[in-house]
């Protein structure tokens, strides 16, 4: 297995996490029940620390690839941004969310602020999350891309945007010759 493919096959996790312990949220909201509001809030703080070892695999994933024909700089700068977004989307999300059991320590009833802030961070984050892995998605499946989506020009050789090259060959010439 290399980055890539641990890339891809983490990346899921707090996307479609997001939505499912959402949902649990929302159940716990509908039965009134303070046991799923704190599952819910641990699997927040659980998908947060999940998302860590998830940035650095898209960073190691993008130098395995940087040398591809049909990788485009754009669409990979577009992909990262949006990943940011996301981390610190989830990030605040997992802090509300581990804040909340703190309060709600003791067998204390959870604040309602506290869970307006996490659905809504919750909100936030899967919208930010799922736009993150469609920009992800469109780097390689162009089958997926818009029209006007960022895409790999027909003859990228001739027109490359070279920013992923010159970053590459910066990190190789600054590692030791052995």
Not at 5 to 28: D, E, K, R
Not at 81 to 110: E, H
Request: proline share 4%; net charge positive.
């Amino acid at each position: 297995m290399n980055w890539v493919h641990l890339h891809l096959a983490l990346n899921h996790i707090p996307v479609l996490g997001t939505l499912f312990v959402g949902i649990l949220l929302a159940t716990a909201l509908i039965k009134r029940s303070e046991e799923l509001k704190r599952t819910s809030l641990a699997g927040f703080v659980a998908l947060t620390i999940i998302s860590i070892p998830i940035k650095f695999t898209g960073d190691f994933a993008r130098e395995a690839v940087a040398q591809s024909e049909w990788l485009s700089a754009a669409g990979v700068a577009a992909h990262e941004q949006s990943a940011d977004q996301a981390t610190t989307g989830m990030f605040l999300l997992g802090l509300v969310a581990a804040f909340g059991l703190y309060l709600g320590r003791r067998q204390r009833p959870i604040p309602g602020w506290v869970v307006g802030a996490t659905v809504f961070l919750a909100l936030v984050t899967f919208a930010l999350m799922a736009r993150t892995a469609n920009l992800g998605g469109q780097l390689r499946h162009e089958e997926i891309r818009s029209v006007s989506t960022i895409h790999t020009p027909p003859h990228r050789s001739a027109t490359r945007d070279r920013s992923c090259d010159l970053m590459m060959r910066d990190q190789r010439s600054a590692e030791p010759q052995r």
